[in-house]
Every structure is written in structure tokens, then in C-alpha cells.
């Protein structure tokens, strides 16, 4: 999902890039990650393979940790042998939600599920590059990928009414093209300059619940949308109650402010039919 609009991005600003899909690249295994870095001598490598299913991570931590820790470590290296800058994507998940302010990137980090502790080794291995940025970002939705959206479509196409959507956990909704633009910006400033390396966080403006962000999808089409608890909706992975990201950080070293996730839904909708 975030991979084809960084892709799209980045050719619309004229930039050389090359993709690499799965089949391409595994990134779990060595040898052809150091073969296609050492191939294409990249200045700037990001990494948005990921291991994202939250649920099932909890049956399978050992595949999100090769995934989204180990394999970070092979690409690391790789970044170092090309002197490359290395863009890891991280989450939300690493944070536990039990602050009521938004996360800093100088917050303490305790994520509550597998997956969360996976991408947080990712974290750990992304910094063993020189050249570093880690992007957590939060509650992300775009027109290549299933998301938040699309579920809450496929629910009214089912018929389902009312919708009933948890409202007693607060992000930051992200459009991925969104996201694009704020990782280009910052990877920029980051090949140029260390003192804009380390850990970033990018997400949407404003903060809303799962419900507020649910009404927006369905506004207009006469679905009903009725707040719930989580405790109704028990899934395998623990969800943080609250994992607002503050993106003071990015504000300061871009000069620009997030984009709003309204207007991402907006376009959203008209993009994917
Ligand atoms: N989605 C969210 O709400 C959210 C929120 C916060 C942060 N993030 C982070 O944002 C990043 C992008 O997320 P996304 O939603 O765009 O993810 P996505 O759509 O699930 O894309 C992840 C991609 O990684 C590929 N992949 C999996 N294992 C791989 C391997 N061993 N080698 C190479 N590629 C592999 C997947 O291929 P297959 O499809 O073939 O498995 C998929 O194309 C991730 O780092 C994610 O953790 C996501």
C-alpha cells in the first residue's frame, strides 16, 4: 500500500527509483538483499516490506520478527556498505496508549502485541545503519491496500446497518500519499544532514476515534454508526487505547504541517471505486 504511492511520488518529482516487489526481493534472505543494494548502489534506501498482519503476528512472532526485525538488520548493512541512508517505516504499536498526551519521539516505547515488538526490533536493527530515519506513522489508508476504509465500505456494501465502530481508541488516521510526500521530505533533509536522522514521526492531522473516523467514511450515505467499547469487539492482539503521535518533530524540521486525513478520505474516495 505505501510502497506504490512512495513509488508514484517519487516519479512525479522526477527522482530515479527502483521498486522491488517481493518476488524481486525477499528481504529475509541475505544474499539477495546485498546482491540487489550492491547491484543498484541506491543513495537512499526505504524499506516498507513489512510483516502487518496485527492479529495473526500473535500466532506467528517468529515470521514478523525475521520480517520486520531481522531482515532490517540485513538492510543496515547493506545501506552501510553503499554508504546509503536507510528509511525503516515503523508504528504506533510501539507505544503502550497509556499516556492521554501525544507521543513524543523521546517517549518510552512498550508495545502491547507481537507485532508491535517486532516492528519495534526493526527500530533497534534500522539504527545500526549510519544513516538513519525511522517513520512511525499510525492507522494508515490508501487506495492499494486493504484498510480501515475499505472495511467499513465492505460492511455498507454488505448491507450492514448500523456500524458498529470502538470508540475508546484514539490515532491519527494517514493518508498514504500523505505519508509519501512526508518521507520524501524528510529523507531529503536526512541524506543531507544528521541532525534531522533518528526516529521522526509522520501521521495526519487531527486525532480522532475509530467511531469519529468510521462517520466520516459513512457521512452522507444514511448509515448509522453506533460507538462501542473494544471489550465488545476481543480481538488476538492488544490495541494501545491511546496512540496519538505528536509530529512536532517533523513540524520542526520541515517547516510544513501534516496534511489532513479529511481531505486524504476525500480524495480516497473519489480515487477507489
Ligand atoms: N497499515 C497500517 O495501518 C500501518 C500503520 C503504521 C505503520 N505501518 C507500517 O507502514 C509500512 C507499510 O505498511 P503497508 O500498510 O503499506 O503494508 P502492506 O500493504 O502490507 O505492504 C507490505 C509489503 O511487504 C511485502 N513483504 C512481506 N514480506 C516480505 C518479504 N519477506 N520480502 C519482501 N517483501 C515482503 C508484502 O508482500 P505480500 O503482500 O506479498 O505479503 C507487502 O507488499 C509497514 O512498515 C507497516 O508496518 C502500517
Given at each position: 500500500?505505501?510502497?506504490?504511492?512512495?513509488?508514484?511520488?517519487?516519479?512525479?518529482?522526477?527522482?530515479?527509483?527502483?521498486?522491488?516487489?517481493?518476488?524481486?526481493?525477499?528481504?529475509?534472505?541475505?544474499?539477495?538483499?546485498?546482491?540487489?543494494?550492491?547491484?543498484?548502489?541506491?543513495?537512499?534506501?526505504?524499506?516498507?516490506?513489512?510483516?502487518?498482519?496485527?492479529?495473526?503476528?500473535?500466532?506467528?512472532?517468529?515470521?514478523?520478527?525475521?520480517?520486520?526485525?531481522?531482515?532490517?538488520?540485513?538492510?543496515?548493512?547493506?545501506?552501510?556498505?553503499?554508504?546509503?541512508?536507510?528509511?525503516?517505516?515503523?508504528?504506533?504499536?510501539v507505544f503502550d496508549g497509556e499516556q492521554r498526551t501525544p507521543y513524543e519521539v523521546t517517549d518510552a516505547t512498550n508495545p502491547l502485541s507481537a507485532y508491535g515488538r517486532s516492528k519495534f526490533l526493526g527500530e533497534v536493527a534500522a539504527a545500526h545503519a549510519h544513516k538513519h530515519l525511522i517513520v512511525r506513522t499510525s492507522w494508515l489508508f490508501g487506495v492499494h491496500g486493504p484498510n480501515f476504509v475499505e472495511a467499513i465500505r465492505n460492511q455498507i456494501r454488505k448491507g450492514t446497518n448500523p456500524l458498529r465502530v470502538v470508540n475508546d481508541q484514539h490515532g491519527r488516521p494517514t493518508y498514504t500519499p500523505h505519508l509519501a510526500s512526508a518521507i520524501v521530505r524528510l529523507a531529503r533533509i536526512a541524506n543531507e544532514s544528521d541532525v534531522a536522522r533518528g526516529v521522526v514521526h509522520y501521521a495526519d492531522a487531527d486525532a480522532c476515534s475509530w467511531f469519529d473516523f468510521?462517520?466520516?467514511?459513512?457521512?452522507?450515505?444514511?448509515?448509522?454508526?453506533?460507538?462501542?467499547?473494544?471489550?465488545?469487539f476481543p480481538r488476538p492482539a492488544k490495541r494501545p487505547a491511546y496512540s496519538v503521535l505528536s509530529t512536532e518533530r517533523y513540524e520542526r524540521l520541515t517547516g510544513v504541517k501534516p496534511a489532513s486525513w479529511r481531505e486524504g478520505l476525500a480524495e480516497y474516495l473519489e480515487r477507489r471505486t
Open positions: 500500500m505505501l510502497g506504490t504511492d512512495l513509488r508514484d511520488e517519487l516519479t512525479s518529482l522526477g527522482e530515479r527509483v527502483i521498486t522491488l516487489s517481493r518476488a524481486e526481493l525477499d528481504v529475509t534472505d541475505s544474499r539477495a538483499v546485498n546482491a540487489a543494494i550492491a547491484e543498484h548502489k541506491p543513495s537512499i534506501i526505504i524499506n516498507c516490506a513489512a510483516y502487518t498482519k496485527v492479529d495473526l503476528a500473535e500466532q506467528e512472532e517468529a515470521l514478523a520478527n525475521a520480517i520486520n526485525g531481522s531482515s532490517v538488520e540485513l538492510l543496515a548493512d547493506a545501506a552501510n556498505a553503499v554508504d546509503a541512508l536507510l528509511v525503516q517505516v515503523s508504528t504506533d504499536f468510521a462517520r466520516a467514511i459513512v457521512e452522507g450515505s444514511g448509515i448509522d454508526v453506533q460507538p462501542v467499547s473494544s471489550d465488545e
